[in-house]
């Protein structure tokens, strides 16, 4: 089992940059892909980015490609999204997550409790 802690939300004019961190506990982060999902408000929670577990592999969605880059550090047990060029179409709260598979966003079966972003126009 995981536990996952986000932080590094906030408020942010459109253009300008986040980055995403995740602190996850347990000696076993290096077993499980990671990813970021967010939810804005009245609709349901969305694949951002997810990573496989050594960090040679990653894989977005399409509305975040060439603006976000996911990455994880294995020592320190910890996964970032760093978010550039952000839209106010961005704005959801952002939701770190641990699983089997990169790809198959059905296995991420731990969750965080989600750190807010907001893009002003």
């Known amino acids: 089992q995981v536990q996952l802690v986000e932080s590094g939300g906030g408020l942010v004019q459109a253009g300008g940059s986040l980055r995403l961190s995740c602190a996850a506990s347990?000696?076993?982060?290096?077993?499980?892909?990671m990813g970021w999902f967010r939810q804005a408000s009245g609709e349901e929670r969305k694949f951002v980015a997810a990573?496989?577990?050594?960090?040679?592999?990653?894989v977005y969605a399409d509305s975040v490609k060439g603006r976000f880059t996911i990455s994880r550090d294995n020592a320190k047990n910890t996964v970032y999204l760093q978010m550039n060029s952000l839209k106010p179409e961005d704005t959801a709260d952002y939701y770190c997550?641990?699983?089997?598979?990169?790809?198959?966003?059905?296995?991420?079966?731990?969750w965080g409790q989600g750190t807010q972003v907001t893009v002003s126009s």
């Open positions: 997550a641990a699983g089997t598979y990169a790809a198959i966003t059905s296995t991420f079966n731990y």
């Open positions: 347990g000696r076993t982060f290096s077993s499980y892909a």
């Open positions: 990573i496989t577990r050594g960090g040679a592999s990653t």
